[in-house]
C-alpha cells in the first residue's frame, strides 16, 4: 500500500505522510516555522466570545460589595 499523501498546510505542496517526511505534515522546516508563527502572532483564532479581564471582573465585584454592604 502507498503512503498517503497529503498539502502541506502552509503552502499546499503534496508531503508523503510517512517516518521520511521529517516536517509531516509541513513539506519544509520553513513552513513548519511560518505556521508557528502564526499561531505565536495569534494570526489563527477560534470563532468566539472575547473573555472578560479577570481585573475588570474583580474591579467590579468589589463596587457591588460595595453597594450592597455601605459603611
Known amino acids: 500500500m502507498p503512503p498517503k499523501v497529503v498539502p502541506c498546510p502552509?503552502?499546499?505542496?503534496p508531503v508523503e505522510?510517512?517516518?521520511a517526511s521529517r516536517?509531516?505534515?509541513?513539506?519544509?522546516?520553513r513552513c513548519k516555522t511560518i505556521d508557528l508563527?502564526?499561531?505565536?502572532t495569534e494570526s489563527y483564532r477560534?470563532?468566539?466570545?472575547e473573555p472578560a479581564e479577570p481585573e475588570a471582573k474583580e474591579?467590579?465585584?468589589a463596587?457591588?460589595?460595595r453597594e450592597?454592604?455601605?459603611?
Open 37 to 40: 508563527g502564526a499561531w505565536a
Open 23 to 29: 516536517w509531516r505534515p509541513f513539506c519544509s522546516e
Open 59 to 61: 474591579r467590579a465585584g
Open 68 to 71: 450592597r454592604n455601605p459603611k
Open 17 to 19: 505522510w510517512s517516518p
Open 63 to 65: 463596587t457591588e460589595r
Open 10 to 13: 502552509h503552502c499546499g505542496k
Open 46 to 49: 477560534i470563532p468566539g466570545e
